[in-house]
Each structure stands twice: as C-alpha cells, then as structure tokens.
C-alpha cells in the first residue's frame, strides 16, 4: 500500500491520501491570521476523502467550528504557553463518523480508566536500550513482524533514519534480538511528545514491556524537559490502552475510524499526561 504524503501549504503542515482515506493536519502555526481550511475541504473532496482531522490550537478552533469541523479529543498544555489542543475533524460521509464497535471501545476506556499500577512491582527481565541509527534494521525486522500496515513509512530504513533528530527510539533486547521498541515523537518548539510506535514480538505480549518502555521514555523526556505527553492508542486494543491507564495517562476522546494500522482503518483514543 502507497504511503501518504506530507505537505507544506502556509500556515499549515497536512498528511494526505488514500491510504489512510484523510487529511490529518499535522501542525498549525498558532499564531495565524488567516487559514486556508476552504482549500482543504475542497482537495478531500476532489480526491474523495471522507474524512479531514486536524492538531488544532484552541485559540483557532472557532474558524474551523465555523467550517462544521467537531471536536473529538483534546490534550491541555499541549502548547508552551499552556494552550490546550483540540483534535478536530469534519466527516464526508456518514460511515465515516460511526464505529460499530462503539461498545466494544466504551468498555476498554472503562477498563483502562481502573488500570493504576504500582511501579515498585515491575521488575525488568530484559535489558533496555536507547536505539540509534545502527538499530534501524532490528526495528524495520520488528515493526514488519508486528503491523501489516501502519500510518507512516516505519518500514522504510531512509524513513526511519531521517527521524532520529526529533523522534527517540527506546527498546527491549532478548540478547541481540529486539523484542519490542516505541519511541518519543518530541516537538521541541511546544513541549510536547507523542509517545507512539509501540511493537511487541507476539512471543513476549504479556510481560508489561510497553509499560516498562513508557517508564524508561517518561524519564528520558522529563531531562529533556518535555512535560506533556500524549498518545493516539487504536480503540480495540485492550493492552495499549490499559498500558496508558495504568500509566496514569487520561483518556482525552476518540478519533473514529481515523488511521490505517495492521490492515485496516481504526479507531484511536487519545491519552494524556503532564509530568511536570
């Protein structure tokens, strides 16, 4: 499946095509005057898109209200000067908008909201590391193994190269072998970090290694002083979702039907979580 693409248009940096059927606006500089968004509607309607969802500065939230955009999630702080983030999206098509497995992603909110875990019981049978560049090939070999697709090029070794001066990578090794890897999508200018890309080997599920990733990320980003963290967790997935709970992570609304992963498009939940 072709990768989407990234584009740079003003004010606005967007994520666009039919892999994931979406414009995903990316980044808005907060301090514009005037946005384009007439433009984006028109380029998912020329190419056929059903859905435009967008990172949006609450002090811009009301030009994209007036476009019948809605909110679905939010984060607080997301933004230096402690602005909120509205996650925003306006649907082309009905299908869209609903998620027939609604009762299925209420109760793994439900059972992820009760997940508290104390950290003094964790203990770490395999050795972590902070990857580098010479690891991209043990993580294009992990992340093939775990998704059959996934919204950005983490399969592409160049791609994966061209992250590492803003996206850090930490991982589990069974001896030389890597088990499982996320990283900290940081954005320095804001204070930010996505805390995503999470694999597993389904041989070694079970053992808390997220959780155990997430402690070691969080630790790292508070020396980097990055003290909001977020993340975008596919609704059907009991483990990541309770793996944020327990964390501590507060669940801040679900995007519908909103990213291609493992084959299909789903629904994501986004957590959140100051550190401060």
């Not at 500089?29 to 435009?52: C, H, M, V, W």
């Not at 002090?59 to 607080?76: D, I, K, Y």
């Not at 919204?151 to 090794?173: C, H, M, N, Q, R």
Request: contains cysteine.
């Amino acid at each position: 499946m072709s990768q989407d693409q990234i584009t740079q248009k003003e004010n606005i940096v967007y994520q666009h095509g039919k892999a994931n059927d979406r414009i995903y606006i990316m980044e808005v500089n907060p301090f514009s005057k005037e946005l384009d968004i007439d433009g984006l509607e028109k380029i998912a309607q020329q190419k056929g898109y059903t859905k435009i969802i967008g990172k949006i500065p609450r002090s811009l939230s009301n030009a994209f209200e007036s476009h019948q955009f809605e909110r679905e999630a939010l984060v607080p702080n997301f933004y230096k000067n402690d602005e909120y983030c509205f996650f925003m999206s306006k649907y082309f098509s009905k299908s869209r908008k609903n998620d027939p497995q609604q009762e299925e992603i209420d109760a793994i909110i439900l059972q992820a909201r009760a997940k508290i875990m104390d950290r003094s019981s964790i203990q770490n049978e395999y050795a972590v590391k902070k990857l580098n560049t010479s690891h991209v090939s043990d993580m294009v070999r992990l992340y093939k193994k775990v998704f059959d697709s996934y919204p950005f090029p983490i399969f592409d070794p160049e791609y994966l190269l061209s992250t590492f001066d803003e996206v850090f990578y930490f991982g589990f090794f069974d001896q030389d072998k890597l088990i499982a890897c996320a990283s900290c999508e940081t954005d320095f200018k804001n204070g930010n970090a996505e805390m995503t890309d999470f694999a597993v080997l389904p041989e070694y599920r079970g053992a808390n290694l997220a959780v155990k990733l997430l402690i070691e990320m969080e630790a790292f980003m508070r020396k980097k002083e990055i003290y909001t963290l977020y993340t975008i967790a596919r609704a059907t997935s009991p483990s990541m979702n309770c793996s944020f709970g327990k964390m501590g992570y507060i669940y801040g609304g679900t995007l519908y039907n909103n990213t291609q992963i493992a084959g299909s498009i789903e629904s994501m939940n986004v957590w959140y979580k100051n550190i401060y």
